[in-house]
Each structure stands twice: as structure tokens, then as C-alpha cells.
């Protein structure tokens, strides 16, 4: 009797002591499966797998019910017995098509990027220009012949090419500091959309591991390690386009896999003068993963791309028919880029299931561009052409270590990552010279050479205790900053330094696991050209960006998503370089504030519906109330639309873009005109074949994709005019595609 008695108080002491649930998780194939969420319905916390598909659920214990689940695969429920939490498991997931009922809102940072990951999956990229695009609330232009970085606008902010937004890919950064045609240039066209296996994103200034330009917010694409099968795809349609891609799988082993993709892309554009555009793109990519599942990653890759362009046109020249809206004033405005990357990203886990990731690239860079603004303003007789150029050598080095689950208390966790890093860019030969028919020179206005140095340091935390997670961060970066004028008699080398101290701390709070509230702040920042900081002797160069972020994401139902967010931002006061002109000039501080909505609903498992819109108010802080619009500040902004995928074969989608009028000048004398396009795509897949169309601006809209408020002057006009110059957006566009895959 007394036995019976012990044993059971025994037994009614181990159902209810709180321990660790652990083990690993893997797919079919035995591959290790990252961030896969297991959320403890009965107490509210959670946790994540990490690289190495480990977790550990504190705090579990006998009869809890959890939900695992992961976009892609079959969500698994358990419900804890002490067989389960007597030893580490490994519990496996089933593949399954993208459904938003598979994602689940816990208490992480940056929820919002899981969820529109479920857009990517049904709605794959299938051009560069769709990249950015994926982000709900960024809009692109292209204005030189498509063969230029595209214009970005996100958060009331024209970035220009990338001023305000930090974008990379694996690793290697895309914005380059001191270019020749402005800074935080970004060009993407040497990714290769069929490459890209997610975008992830954040808005606002709120990440430690984000430095220089993560303002407005950033974008990192990852890449492909492996492919599901070799394909070729061929691409033609209007406008004397093709574009032939190959995707070829050379190694698929469990430790080896390899693969070659190639791009060659041809087109001459609507416009009246041909652009003769033709882009090609190479990449190789090798992954060992070795029994203890470290794994090393080396990428190769080589772009380059040659076009003419037509540039940015006036309206009065149109108005009058002097040219058509494909027309051109100088059609001889064009230019070519070139880059080569070379990356190495390793993976080691350690002991405690802490990791040490490091990233190490090397870049090759050339640009040459040539672009006549204002026509015969400054020169009436040989034009108002000029010619950007620069060669780029580019290196850097990050190292993160990364530890996660260290108990704190019963209901408390820390994780931590810890980063150290630099990036050096050594530019020869930036220049700024006026040209005639893009062959003549007639003069130089800035010739030097730029060296850039950029170390950093960060510590990301994360506290989570029950419902909340507390994410306190801190950024510290170093600058150098070294022109070398040439175009001085006297040797002219000139060199400056600065720090920017970046805090950070951001509160999430999970309600269940279908309702998140977060209250993010931070500082961040953007760097301004080098010969900005040596000609205003380091003063004003590192402008702070000060943010705060109010919102929430909802689950009404499993396969309807809803988010909200309050926001607002305020930049300092700053010196830029204009690159189009050879100048530097003052930019006063501003203030931006708006509000983000977005919509996501899985009708059914073949219909997907999407939406967001984006209300900014975006102001100068230091200029009288009429005189204080920010020009060209995107005002309202919505993208959405209905995608189909695996119905009887056929997938495609119907979507949109909704831009507004907005200020093209600072007392909105002159406005933008807004535009609203709609796209359509549709496939049907039989075996091994796929068969698409693709139409662009299906309704064939006259819509401007970019606009400046621009003086100029035309060859027969006595006076300049200051009007919309306008690059006119792409018509209807019809395009077919057929894809092999073996």
C-alpha cells in the first residue's frame, strides 16, 4: 500500500514538472529542415529549428498539444507523453503544396516576411524587374534602356537606386557607396530570377544585422542551393525579345550538390529608337554539407549588359508632336556594366547547438553610362550629354556567431547573435565628363578615385518569457572614407573617418499563435559619397535615421492573414553629391509617417488572394509649410491580385500595381501622375513540359513608369522649360515561354 502511494505521488509529480521537449526534424529524404516552427498551444511559447534542424521547447510537459509546421510541408500535431519528452525525437514532415494556413504567428521580429513567403511560393519571380517587386509596398521605374538599376520608391521615400534600402543577396551587397551615378546604386540584374529561393525583408531600421542604407528597410535574397531538376526555358514575344535560360544540376548527392544557371536576354524595347538590350548571366554553385552538417557554400557568377536608351523625354515635346511617347530627344543615350562575384559562405555548428556562420565575397565592377538630362540647357550647340564611369574592386568579410535556448529562468530564454565584419570598395577612375554622341569628349568635370572602408560590430538579442520577446540590439559601425582628386594640379589626396552607434529594441508579443502586436524602434542610417565627406570635412555625412513601428498580424482564420502598421521616421539633415551634375548640395531633415495594410486569403487550395496598401505622409521639416513636399515621395500605393496554382495543371495569376499622383517639385507646382497596370500570366504543365504566356499591362495603359520635374531646353527653344520628363511605361506586352524540365 505504502508502494502504491509513493509511486503514485511519484507519478503525479513527473506530469506536472515543466521539462525540455527536444530532438530534430527532417524531411523524406533525411534532410535537416531550418525554421520550423513548434508552438506549445496549451502554454503559448514556442521555438524554431535551427540550421541543423534541432530545437529545444522549454517548459513542456506531459499532455501539452503542439502544432510543428513549416511553408511547404503537412503541419503535425502532438500532444506530449512522457515517452516523448523522456528522450530527444525526430519527427518527420511530409512535403505539401504553399498554403497560408501552414504559417503560424509566434513572437518573432519579423513575421511579416514569413507570411509573404507564401506569395513567392504560388507566384514565383519571372523577371528581375518582379524581384523588388515582392515587396508589399516597394515600387521600381526603369528609366535608361533596362539595362540601369531601377528607380525604388518604398515608405514615402524615392530611394533613387537605393539610397535608403539595403539589398543584398547570399551576402554580397548590391548598393555600392560612391558610384558614379548615385549613391547606394543597386543593381540586381545579375541575379537570375529562377535562382531565387526566398526574399526575405524588413521595413525600417529596426535589424542589427542591417547597416548602411537600411532606412527605408532592406531586402536579402537567398539563393538556391540545389534544384529540383534541370530545365531550359525559352522566352519570345514583342518587341524582338528572347531570353533562353538553362538550369543544370551537375552534382545531387547527400553531401555534394552543384549547379550551372545562364541567362542570355535580348530585346529592343516599344521604344521608336531600338534598345538593342542584350544581358548575360552565369553562375555556379557547389554545397558540401559533411556528417556533422556544416556546410560550405561556394558561388560563382559573371554579368554583363549592353543597351542604347532613349531616357526621359518632356512632355511639351510630345504635346506639340515633335516625338511620339516612345520617342526621343537623344537617342543616343545608352551605356554597359559589367560584374563578377565570387563568395564563400561556411556554416560550423558548434558545441551548446551554437553556430559560426561566415561570409567572405570578392566583386569585379565596371559602368559606364551615358544620359543627357536637359537637352542644350548648358551647352546650345553640342548638347547636354554626359558620360558617369568607374571600375569597382569590392571585398568583405562576416563572421556570426549565433547561440540559441540558453534558460534564464522557468518561463525565460536568450537568443543571441554576435557579428563582426567589414566591407572595403577600392574605386578607380570615377567619372563625370560632358560627351557628344557618346564619343567625343568634351570635358571633364570630376575624375578621381575613391577608397572605402567599412568595419562593423553587432549584438542582436532576444529575450522571450512566456507571450513576449524583448529584442534589444546594438550596431556600431566605422568608416574611412579616401578621394584622390586627378583632375587638381597638385597632388590632392584627402581622407575622413566617422562612427554611426545604432540601438535598437523591439517588443513582440504573441496573443496566441494567430495574433501578433509588436512596437519596434531604432537608429539606422545611410552613408553619404565619399567626395561629399572629404568637401564638407566629414561634417553631416552619416545622417541618422530615427523610426518606430506600431502593428499588429491576425489569423481570423487559418487561411486568412491581415496586418496593420502605424509608422513614422525622420531623417537628419545631410550633404549630398550630385552625381548627375558634379555638385554637392544641402538636403534638409524630413519626417515621414503612414500607414501599411495588408490582406492574404487562401480561398481554396488552388486560389490564393493578395493585397496591401500603403498611405504615407512625407514632409520637409525645416522649409515653409506649400514649399516643404518632398519630390517624387510616393503618396498611396497598392499591388495585388489572384493567383491559381496545380489546377488540373494549369497556374497562373491576374495582379496589379496602383501608384498615385504625387509632388514632383517642393510646392507641388508640378505633379507626378499616377498610374494603375494590370499584369497576367498563365502556364499549363504536362509532364515534363511547361507551356506560359506572360502579358504585360494587359489593358494597355498609357502610364509614365518614371518622372522628374526637370528644366530644360530643347535645340529650337530660346528659353528652358521646367516640366515632367517623363520615361513612358511599357504597353501591352505579350510574351510566350516554354519550359523542359529533366
Not at 597638385?490 to 502586436?517: G, H, M
Not at 494590370?678 to 507551356?691: G, S
Request: proline share 3%; charged share 20%.
Amino acid at each position: 500500500m505504502k508502494h502504491s502511494v509513493l509511486l503514485l505521488l511519484l507519478l503525479c509529480a513527473y506530469l506536472g514538472f515543466a521539462q525540455n521537449f527536444s530532438g530534430s526534424i527532417i524531411d523524406i529524404k533525411n534532410n535537416a529542415l531550418e525554421n520550423v516552427n513548434i508552438y506549445n498551444l496549451s502554454k503559448g511559447n514556442h521555438t524554431h529549428t535551427n540550421h541543423n534542424g534541432t530545437f529545444i521547447l522549454p517548459n513542456a510537459r506531459v499532455n501539452d498539444s503542439l502544432v510543428i509546421s513549416r511553408l511547404g510541408f503537412q503541419t503535425l500535431t502532438l500532444v506530449l507523453t512522457p515517452k516523448l519528452l523522456a528522450q530527444p525525437q525526430v519527427l518527420n514532415l511530409e512535403e505539401a503544396s504553399t498554403s497560408l494556413d501552414q504559417v503560424v504567428l509566434t513572437a518573432e521580429v519579423n513575421s511579416l516576411s514569413s507570411i509573404v513567403a507564401v506569395d513567392l511560393q504560388l507566384n514565383p519571380v519571372k523577371s528581375s524587374q518582379e524581384i523588388l517587386r515582392k515587396v508589399p509596398g516597394l515600387f521600381i521605374g526603369q528609366h535608361a534602356g533596362g539595362g540601369k538599376a531601377e528607380q525604388i520608391f518604398l515608405r514615402g521615400f524615392d530611394v533613387d537606386h537605393g539610397t535608403d534600402v539595403a539589398i543584398s543577396v547570399d551576402g554580397i551587397p548590391v548598393n555600392m557607396v560612391s558610384h558614379a551615378h548615385g549613391q547606394g546604386y543597386a543593381d540586381l540584374h545579375f541575379v537570375i530570377p529562377e535562382t531565387i529561393k526566398n526574399i526575405d525583408f524588413g521595413k525600417g531600421t529596426y535589424y542589427a544585422d542591417k547597416g548602411n542604407f537600411n532606412t527605408a528597410g532592406y531586402v536579402d535574397l537567398r539563393l538556391k542551393d540545389q534544384l529540383d531538376a534541370s530545365s531550359i526555358s525559352l522566352e519570345a514575344g514583342q518587341f524582338n525579345t528572347s531570353r533562353l535560360t538553362g538550369m543544370f544540376n551537375l552534382i545531387d548527392e547527400k553531401a555534394h550538390t552543384a549547379y550551372l544557371a545562364s541567362e542570355i536576354y535580348l530585346t529592343d524595347g516599344p521604344f521608336d529608337a531600338p534598345q538593342d538590350f542584350n544581358r548575360l548571366n552565369i553562375m555556379g554553385r557547389y554545397t558540401y554539407t559533411n556528417p556533422n552538417k556544416d556546410k560550405l557554400t561556394l558561388s560563382a557568377s559573371h554579368f554583363q549588359s549592353k543597351w542604347d536608351a532613349s531616357g526621359q523625354i518632356p512632355q511639351r515635346a510630345v504635346d506639340q508632336g515633335l516625338i511620339g511617347r516612345f520617342g526621343a530627344i537623344d537617342a543616343t543615350e545608352g551605356g554597359q556594366t559589367s560584374r563578377s562575384n565570387l563568395s564563400l559562405n561556411h556554416l560550423k555548428h558548434l558545441e551548446h547547438d551554437a553556430i559560426l556562420k561566415t561570409n567572405a565575397f570578392v566583386s569585379k565592377y565596371d559602368f559606364e553610362l551615358f544620359s543627357n538630362f536637359t537637352f542644350f540647357l548648358e551647352d546650345p550647340v553640342n548638347g547636354d550629354q554626359i558620360k558617369q564611369q568607374e571600375d569597382r574592386f569590392i571585398a568583405g568579410l562576416q563572421s556570426v556567431y549565433e547561440r540559441r535556448h540558453l534558460r534564464l529562468a522557468d518561463e525565460s530564454t536568450l537568443d543571441y547573435q554576435a557579428g563582426v565584419g567589414f566591407r572595403y570598395d577600392n574605386v578607380n577612375g570615377v567619372e563625370l565628363s560632358r560627351t557628344l554622341n557618346r564619343q567625343t569628349t568634351l570635358e571633364r568635370l570630376a575624375l578621381g578615385d575613391v577608397d572605402e572602408l567599412n568595419m562593423f560590430a553587432f549584438l542582436n538579442t532576444e529575450f522571450k518569457t512566456g507571450k513576449f520577446t524583448f529584442n534589444p540590439a546594438l550596431r556600431l559601425d566605422y568608416f574611412k572614407f579616401n578621394y584622390y582628386n586627378k583632375l587638381t594640379e597638385i597632388y590632392d589626396n584627402k581622407s575622413e573617418s566617422k562612427v554611426a552607434f545604432s540601438p535598437k529594441f523591439n517588443t513582440i508579443f504573441s496573443v496566441n499563435r494567430n495574433w501578433q502586436l509588436f512596437l519596434k524602434t531604432g537608429i539606422g542610417f545611410h552613408s553619404n559619397d565619399a567626395r561629399v565627406v572629404v568637401a564638407n570635412s566629414g561634417e553631416d555625412i552619416l545622417p541618422a535615421a530615427y523610426s518606430a513601428d506600431l502593428g499588429t498580424i491576425v489569423k481570423p482564420v487559418d487561411k486568412l492573414a491581415l496586418n496593420a502598421t502605424l509608422w513614422t521616421l525622420i531623417l537628419e539633415q545631410e550633404f549630398v553629391y550630385v552625381g548627375d551634375a558634379g555638385i554637392v548640395e544641402p538636403s534638409g531633415k524630413t519626417r515621414r509617417m503612414g500607414v501599411e495594410v495588408g490582406a492574404r486569403y487562401q480561398i481554396l487550395d488552388w486560389l490564393y488572394l493578395y493585397g496591401d496598401a500603403n498611405y504615407t505622409y512625407a514632409r520637409s521639416t525645416e522649409e515653409p509649410d506649400g514649399a516643404d513636399y518632398i519630390p517624387l515621395a510616393p503618396k498611396f500605393t497598392s499591388a495585388g491580385g489572384l493567383s491559381v496554382e496545380n489546377l488540373k495543371g494549369f497556374s497562373g495569376s491576374l495582379g496589379y500595381r496602383w501608384l498615385g499622383d504625387r509632388a514632383a517639385n517642393e510646392d507641388h507646382s508640378i505633379t507626378a501622375e499616377g498610374y494603375f497596370v494590370t499584369d497576367f500570366n498563365v502556364n499549363y504543365t504536362i509532364k515534363n513540359w511547361t507551356l506560359g504566356v506572360i502579358v504585360e499591362n494587359l489593358f494597355d495603359t498609357n502610364w509614365n513608369e518614371t518622372q522628374f520635374a526637370t528644366e530644360s531646353r530643347l535645340f529650337n527653344e530660346s528659353t528652358p522649360v521646367e516640366e515632367i520628363h517623363f520615361t513612358p511605361g511599357t504597353p501591352f506586352y505579350l510574351r510566350g515561354k516554354v519550359t523542359y524540365r529533366f
